[in-house]
């Protein structure tokens, strides 16, 4: 009893697995059940730490879309090439048909280059009535932001 109180003492956060090897290292040729039935009277037990629920959501509908350029999606690739050289593309994409209206490929991509290239494509296609986004770095910057509005 005293020598898993010493344990004890040295290594709190240990649960009852790793004190009962160090005890067996030490020589003791204790019974796992005896040791315990120890650890659980001398109530060191470490309380278990459930895992956290998320609660369920609900997503929105995707809407159907009747025009052309009526919504673009916008999200963030990487890849890397035969040497290792990371680098990152910016898709755009019409929802419509499923166009890819353009990609711009970097090694990186900044907030002003991001929000200059839909004013570039906007120039050749027109622009859309809204714009699809995950709620990423990217995009939530203030500079993307103020771009959007």
């Not at 714009?131 to 770095?137: A, E, F, L, Q």
């Amino acid at each position: 009893m005293s020598v898993l109180s010493a344990i004890t003492d040295r290594h709190l956060r240990w649960g009852f697995p790793k004190r009962f090897n160090r005890i067996r290292k030490l020589g003791y040729k204790w019974n796992y059940k005896r040791v315990y039935r120890i650890y659980c009277q001398l109530k060191i037990n470490l309380r278990v730490k459930r895992k956290q629920r998320i609660p369920p959501r609900s997503p929105e509908k995707l809407s159907v879309l009747n025009k052309l350029g009526e919504c673009w999606s916008m999200d963030f690739m990487s890849d890397s090439s035969r040497h290792q050289r990371r680098f990152r593309t910016f898709n755009v994409i019409n929802d419509f048909n499923r166009e890819a209206l353009g990609i711009d490929i970097a090694v990186s991509l900044p907030a002003g280059r991001v929000t200059c290239y839909p004013d570039k494509l906007a120039g050749y296609h027109g622009s859309p009535l809204t714009i699809r986004v995950d709620n990423r770095p990217e995009f939530t910057g203030k500079t993307f932001i103020g771009w959007a509005k």
